[in-house]
């Protein structure tokens, strides 16, 4: 069945976890002036890393319902009415409440966050439904999936600031698409998407060599899965971190393509365009102005 979790995927998702978050705190550990230096236009390395474990600290309470306080109480009807056009907003907020900024303190919590969430989610079931943005629901293992892909995605960002190397290992940079975002629309996907309204029927299949083949069916707003092979208008071939960035938008799509590591044929290519500006991700994470104003 597709979006199927398996003992092998839900094992990879821990592994890739513990690696990937070893990983960003070395690289932000060796960062000089981690509280100035930038990391983008917006944020400096000190923000991105606290911007990374807000998100940590969130799951540590979704994780655990009822036992662990929501970390932004100020900010949780954005969390619960969170679309994909708000989500900067939303991470603004969040900011704020959060002004850790000094760099040793910010990684000591995110070191203990991974380390909260590792053993609380030892002895659960991978598939088991979490709330998560916009009314939306995720597995367990979509949970630990996509704070993968936020190590990643801002690691890059650092590591390109600072002209550090970073490596975005494919089979943990898929773990985003095959465990997040299929478990997120397998189950419910709340408002993200924003209203629902009438539209047409948009099928795209996606294929790598680190996923299990789907289609994604976009029909009025929302999006549902199916089994490929039953007639898509776009078959798209995709790298998973070459995915991931242009979804995120630290890469152009026409870059993507160019690389020959995202392609795309059927007999209705002129639909994509269509799909991809419905069915998107935040593009821009980051706050219009910096999360905490410049002394």
């Not at 100035?36 to 606290?50: I, N, S």
Request: aromatic share 6%.
């Amino acid at each position: 069945m597709v979006g199927t979790i398996t003992v092998g995927q839900w094992q990879q998702s821990r592994d890739a976890l513990r690696r990937t978050s070893a990983r960003f705190l070395d690289l932000v550990t060796s960062v000089p002036d981690a509280d100035r230096r930038p990391a983008t236009r917006e944020w400096t390395v000190a923000d991105t890393v606290a911007h990374v474990r807000s998100i940590a600290t969130l799951y540590t309470a979704l994780l655990q319902p009822g036992q662990v306080p929501h970390p932004f109480p100020r900010a949780e009807s954005q969390i619960d009415n969170a679309t994909v056009d708000t989500v900067a907003e939303m991470n603004e907020l969040m900011l704020r409440q959060f002004t850790e900024r000094d760099p040793r303190v910010l990684t000591k919590m995110l070191a203990d966050d991974v380390d909260c969430i590792l053993e609380v989610t030892e002895q659960a079931d991978p598939a088991s439904p979490i709330p998560w943005l916009g009314g939306s629901q995720v597995p367990v293992a979509g949970v630990l999936a996509h704070l993968v892909n936020e190590l990643l995605i801002h690691g890059w960002d650092i590591a390109r600031a600072v002209k550090a190397r970073w490596q975005l290992p494919a089979p943990d940079a898929a773990l985003f698409f095959e465990l997040f975002l299929v478990g997120l629309i397998r189950r419910q996907q709340g408002g993200l998407l924003g209203p629902q309204r009438p539209g047409r029927r948009i099928a795209v299949e996606f294929h790598s060599r680190h996923t299990t083949p789907v289609t994604f069916v976009l029909r009025d707003r929302r999006v549902t899965l199916e089994d490929t092979g039953q007639g898509a208008d776009v078959r798209l071939s995709f790298d998973p971190p070459t995915l991931n960035l242009m979804l995120f938008g630290r890469i152009s799509k026409l870059r993507a393509a160019l690389t020959g590591k995202i392609t795309a044929r059927g007999p209705r290519l002129w639909l994509l365009p269509e799909f991809l500006r419905i069915v998107h991700l935040p593009e821009n994470s980051y706050p219009k102005t910096p999360a905490i104003p410049e002394m």
